[in-house]
C-alpha cells in the first residue's frame, strides 16, 4: 500500500524557537530534478530584524561563557550531527544530487570542522593575544574579545552543510552570536542543523538561522545599526559592494565573498576576523 | 451582615461634581446606591473590542506623527527606591532632549517622580519648566504613601503638600484599594476630596490631580468602571491605570473601559477627564494601539498632554529608535540611545 508523502512547510530558527516568518510568505525547495520537496519560511527584513534582537540578547551570555565551555558546546553539535547524518546525507543527496558517497563525505567534513573549531575555542587566545613589551614597569596585555552580533551570508553553491558550518562555527568560537541566512537554493541542510542546535547545548539565539532570498534580506542586516560585523563569504553573486558601503556606515567588520570548493576553509584567521583586541595595563609594583 | 448605620449615614465632605451628579444629600449610602448602579462591563465584548483596535496597520506618514505624538505625551518616570538626585537629573535631560542626534524630536509633556525628587526635577529643568503653563515640560509627583497608600490620611495630606509646595504641578495620588474592595466607596470618595483639596497652591491655583486606580488589584472590569466613576466624582483630573509595581498593569482593555468613562462623563457634563495608562507599555507598537483607541472611544480631542499621558520609562527609547529607522531607512540599535 502507498503512504501519502507529507511535504513539510520548514520555519525559521529565531532566539531557540521556530517561528513562522513574520510575512507568511514560504518557497518552494526542489530537488535536482525539479520536483517538489518541500516549502521553505521567506524570511521578511522584519524577521531579520528579530533575529538581531534575539542575537543582541544573547551576546552577554555566550560571550561570558569560557573558552572551554564553548569549546565543549561546540563538540556537542558535532556530536549531534554524528547521530544525524543519515539524514543530512539523505537530504544532500536529494537536494544537491550529490552521489552518496560525495554526501556521506561532506557531512564528514562538517563534524570535523565543528570539532577542529570546538579545539580552538580555549586555545585562539594564546595565540592571538599577546603580552606586549614596554617601556615602564607594567604588564601589558592583549586579549580578543568577540566582536558582537556577526550577520553571515553563507555559502549558496553545492556543499551546502559544509558552507554553512564553515562560516558560522568561527564566529562562534570566539563568543559572537550569529544570524546567518542560508542557501537559497538548498536551505534544508541549515534548517536540519537548527533542530540539532535546539536540542544541543548552544543558548536561544547564539545562532539564528534564516531561510529566503539573501539579496532582500542581506541590505537591511549590512545598515542594521546593531550587527558589528558582515561575513559576506557567500554573497559573490549579490552586490556586495554595495553591501560593504552599507555596512561601513555603522563601521562594521566585513569579510569579503570567496568563490569554489575552498570557500571558508578551516582557518585561526576566521577566528580572528571577528575579535576585538583589548589591551590592558597593569602596574607591577603592587603585585 | 450588619451595616453600621452611623456611618453609613455620615455625610461626605462637599464636591461639586458629585453633588451634581448624585444628589445634594451625598452621603456613604447614596454613592454607593450611584456606583453599584451603574451597569456592569460585558468583559468579553470589551476585550474584543480592545484587540480589533489594536489590529489597526498604521504606516509611514501615520506613523511618523504617532510617534511624535507618543513622545509628547509622555510622562518620563522614574520610581525606584534607589533614585538619586543624579539620576532625576540625567532623567530630565533625556526629557529635554530625547534624542540628541536629531534636533527635531519633541519633548516629553512631564517628569514624574517621587515627592522628595520634585527640587532636583525643578531645579534641573530651569526655564524649561511649565510651572503652572501649558508650554514647557511639567513636573509631577507620586504622592498619597505610593504605591501602595497604606498609611494615615494625614500623612498622604502632609505628602501632597509638600511635594506641591516644592513646585510639582501634577500629582499622582494613589487609591487606598483596600477601603473600595470592602465597598468603603466614601472614604475613598473623601480622600480624593481632601488630597484635591491639599493640591492647591499659594495662589489659590491648583496642581493636576491624577487619580490611580491601580486596576492589576482591583478584579473585575466592574471595579474598574466604578472606581473611574468614583475617581471622577471625587475631582479627579486625570485617572492612571497603575502604579507600575503591580502586574497586570495597563492593558488596552483596562484602558479601554477608562476611556468609555471619560466619554460618558463627557456626554453627560461636557467635561473633559484626561486618561493615564502607565506601567508595562514598552513598544511602540503597543503605544500606538493605545493612540488609536483614544481616538475610535473618546475621539482625537483628546490625543494631546492635557488629556492623555503615558506613564513610561523604557517606552521613550523604543520610540527613538522606530524615529531612526524612519528617518535613517536603517534599523537603528540599543548602542544609538541613552542607558536609562
Not at chain 1, 561546540?74 to 536529494?94: D, K, P, T
Not at chain 1, 531561510?211 to 552586490?239: C, F, K, Q, R, Y
Not at chain 2, 466624582?233 to 492593558?251: C, Q, R, Y
Request: glycine share 10%; with cysteine; charged share 20%.
Amino acid at each position: 500500500m502507498s503512504r501519502l508523502t507529507i511535504p513539510k512547510t520548514y520555519k525559521l530558527y529565531i532566539g531557540g524557537k521556530f517561528p513562522r516568518s513574520e510575512s507568511g510568505r514560504v518557497y518552494e525547495v526542489a530537488t535536482r530534478g525539479g520536483d517538489f520537496l518541500a516549502n521553505a519560511a521567506k524570511a521578511s527584513r522584519k524577521d531579520a530584524r528579530d533575529a538581531v534582537v534575539a542575537a543582541r540578547s544573547a551576546v552577554s551570555g555566550w560571550a561570558g561563557t569560557s573558552g572551554y565551555n564553548r569549546g565543549q558546546v561546540l563538540y556537542r553539535i558535532a556530536e549531534l550531527l554524528e547521530g544525524r547524518s543519515a539524514q543530512f546525507v539523505a537530504e544532500i543527496m536529494r537536494v544537491e544530487g550529490a552521489s552518496e558517497s560525495a554526501a556521506v563525505a561532506q557531512v564528514d567534513k562538517a563534524i570535523d570542522r565543528w570539532v577542529w573549531y570546538a579545539g580552538w575555542s580555549d586555545k585562539y587566545a594564546q595565540v592571538t593575544g599577546s603580552s606586549n613589551p614596554v617601556a615602564g614597569p607594567y604588564f601589558n596585555l592583549s586579549v580578543p574579545e568577540p566582536t558582537g552580533v556577526v550577520a553571515i551570508v553563507a555559502p549558496q553553491g553545492e556543499g551546502s552543510l559544509l558552507g554553512f558550518v564553515g562560516a558560522v562555527a568561527p564566529a562562534l568560537v570566539a563568543g559572537n552570536t550569529v544570524i546567518v541566512l542560508a542557501s537559497e537554493r538548498y536551505p534544508l541542510s541549515a534548517i536540519s542543523l537548527s533542530e540539532v542546535l535546539a536540542t544541543s547545548d548552544v543558548p536561544g539565539g547564539v545562532v539564528n538561522i534564516l531561510t529566503g532570498s539573501p539579496a532582500e534580506i542581506t541590505p537591511w542586516l549590512a545598515s542594521h545599526a546593531d550587527v558589528n560585523a558582515l561575513d559576506l563569504v557567500g554573497a559573490g553573486a549579490l552586490e556586495w559592494v554595495d553591501l560593504q558601503i552599507a555596512a561601513a556606515e555603522t563601521l562594521k567588520r566585513v569579510l569579503p565573498p570567496e568563490e569554489g570548493p575552498d570557500a571558508a576553509a578551516p582557518s585561526l584567521d576566521r577566528i580572528a576576523a571577528f575579535t576585538e583586541t583589548k589591551t590592558v595595563w597593569h602596574t607591577k609594583g603592587l603585585l | 451582615m450588619t451595616i453600621d448605620t452611623a456611618s453609613a449615614e455620615r455625610a461626605v465632605a462637599p464636591a461639586a461634581r458629585a453633588i451634581e451628579v448624585v444628589g445634594g444629600d451625598l452621603t456613604e449610602k447614596s454613592l454607593r446606591r450611584y456606583l453599584e448602579g451603574i451597569p456592569g462591563v460585558d468583559a468579553v465584548g470589551l476585550e474584543t473590542r480592545a484587540s480589533a483596535l489594536g489590529t489597526r496597520s498604521i504606516k509611514t506618514t501615520s506613523k511618523a506623527w504617532a510617534l511624535d505624538r507618543i513622545i509628547e505625551l509622555i510622562d518620563l518616570t522614574t520610581l525606584e527606591g534607589s533614585d538619586t538626585p543624579g539620576k532625576v537629573r540625567s532623567l530630565v535631560a533625556k526629557a529635554l532632549v530625547p534624542d540628541a542626534a536629531d534636533p527635531s524630536t519633541p519633548r516629553v509633556a512631564a517628569v514624574c517622580v517621587y515627592g522628595d525628587m520634585v527640587p532636583y526635577a525643578v531645579e534641573a529643568l530651569g526655564s524649561a519648566h511649565a510651572a503652572g503653563s501649558h508650554t514647557g515640560i511639567q513636573v509631577a509627583a507620586v504622592a498619597t504613601a505610593f504605591p501602595s497608600g497604606r498609611a494615615s490620611l494625614a500623612v498622604k495630606l502632609a505628602d501632597t503638600k509638600d511635594a506641591v509646595a516644592a513646585g510639582a504641578d501634577e500629582i499622582d495620588m494613589v487609591i487606598d484599594r483596600g477601603a473600595f474592595l470592602s465597598g468603603r466607596y466614601g472614604e475613598v470618595f473623601d480622600e480624593i476630596v481632601a488630597v484635591k483639596a491639599a493640591c492647591e497652591r499659594d495662589n489659590g491655583t491648583f496642581a493636576h490631580l491624577k487619580v490611580i486606580l491601580e486596576t492589576g488589584e482591583l478584579n473585575t472590569y466592574d471595579n474598574v468602571r466604578r472606581a473611574s466613576w468614583l475617581a471622577i466624582l471625587a475631582g479627579g483630573d486625570f485617572i492612571k491605570t497603575s502604579t507600575g509595581k503591580v502586574s497586570p498593569a495597563a492593558t488596552l482593555p483596562t484602558t479601554l473601559s477608562m476611556l468609555e468613562v471619560v466619554r460618558d462623563w463627557h456626554r453627560l457634563t461636557g467635561e473633559k477627564i484626561g486618561v493615564k495608562p502607565a506601567g508595562g507599555i514598552r513598544s511602540s507598537k503597543d503605544a500606538i494601539k493605545h493612540l488609536v483607541t483614544v481616538a475610535e472611544t473618546v475621539g482625537e480631542d483628546w490625543l494631546t498632554p492635557e488629556l492623555f499621558r503615558f506613564g513610561a520609562s523604557s517606552l521613550l527609547n523604543d520610540v527613538l529608535l522606530q524615529r531612526q529607522k524612519l528617518r535613517t531607512g536603517a534599523y537603528s540599535g540599543p548602542a544609538y540611545v541613552t542607558v536609562d
